[in-house]
């Protein structure tokens, strides 16, 4: 099985950036189409984007399209999350996930495993 571990949040101004980093152990994470979640107070877990095993293909909700870029380093076994022109609606805990089968997905019970989350906040 595969251990992650998320980084890089904290607190930011609305317009700013923040950069999720994801960092994989345990086994390779190129073996994995990787994901970012997040978690509102009192919401569902939802999908963010997520990124092929190659890092070919990737795929983002619409709430993030244009402002968020997935990416990933099978070199560095890790995942990141460039997240620019931040909104205040964008404040959550964010979250890594790893699927071992398949294709790129956005369902969270269709992922294996995942990290303990990083806190993103964002004033306005």
């Known amino acids: 099985q595969v251990q992650l571990v998320e980084s890089g949040g904290g607190l930011v101004q609305a317009g700013g950036s923040l950069r999720l980093s994801c960092a994989a152990s345990g086994r390779t994470v190129s073996n994995y189409v990787m994901g970012w979640f997040r978690q509102a107070p009192g919401k569902e877990r939802e999908f963010v984007a997520a990124i092929s095993r190659g890092g070919l293909n990737t795929y983002y909700s619409d709430s993030v399209k244009g402002r968020f870029t997935i990416s990933r380093d099978n070199a560095k076994n890790t995942v990141y999350l460039q997240m620019d022109s931040l909104k205040p609606e964008d404040t959550a805990v964010y979250y890594c996930?790893?699927?071992?089968?398949?294709?790129?997905?956005?369902?969270?019970?269709?992922?294996?495993?995942w990290g303990q989350g990083t806190q993103v906040t964002v004033s306005s």
């Open positions: 996930a790893a699927r071992l089968m398949g294709t790129i997905a956005t369902i969270v019970t269709e992922y294996n495993y």
